[in-house]
């Protein structure tokens, strides 16, 4: 599975953007997706990921009730809705993908993308 992620950029403190991860593979239905981001200096940090049936999803509890992961098997396409977003938020974001379950783990997905900047200004 190849993972391209998109529709990071500039945005104010308090704003939204809609992240988008496409995947090219026959099977992308079995994969789980995560999401994570990493900022300069610092580790890779789990943000959310998604079942491959889009019916189980998981969030870090510093992102709940803003962020909203969904995926649309038929356009293999996993959405990362995020909202009042933060300037701490400044990061790449990445998508990663693994067979079967979702992981909050970085080091259990099989395949990443390559990131989409994410900058918040206050």
């Known amino acids: 599975v190849q993972l391209q992620a998109c529709g990071g950029g500039l945005v104010q403190a308090g704003g939204s953007l809609r992240l988008s991860c496409a995947a090219y593979?026959?099977?992308?239905?079995?994969?789980?997706v995560g999401w994570f981001r990493q900022a300069p200096g610092k580790e890779r940090e789990f943000v959310s990921a998604?079942?491959?049936?889009?019916?189980?999803?998981r969030y870090a509890d510093s992102v709940k009730g803003r962020f909203t992961i969904s995926r649309d098997n038929a356009k293999n396409t996993v959405v990362l809705q995020m909202n009042s977003l933060k300037p701490e938020e400044t990061a790449v974001y990445y998508c990663?993908?693994?067979?079967?379950?979702?992981?909050?783990?970085?080091?259990?997905?099989?395949?990443w993308g390559q990131g989409t900047q994410v900058t918040v200004s206050s």
């Open positions: 998604i079942v491959p049936n889009g019916g189980n999803t």
């Open positions: 990663a993908a693994r067979l079967g379950f979702y992981s909050s783990n970085a080091g259990a997905y099989d395949y």
């Open positions: 593979g026959r099977t992308f239905w079995n994969y789980a």
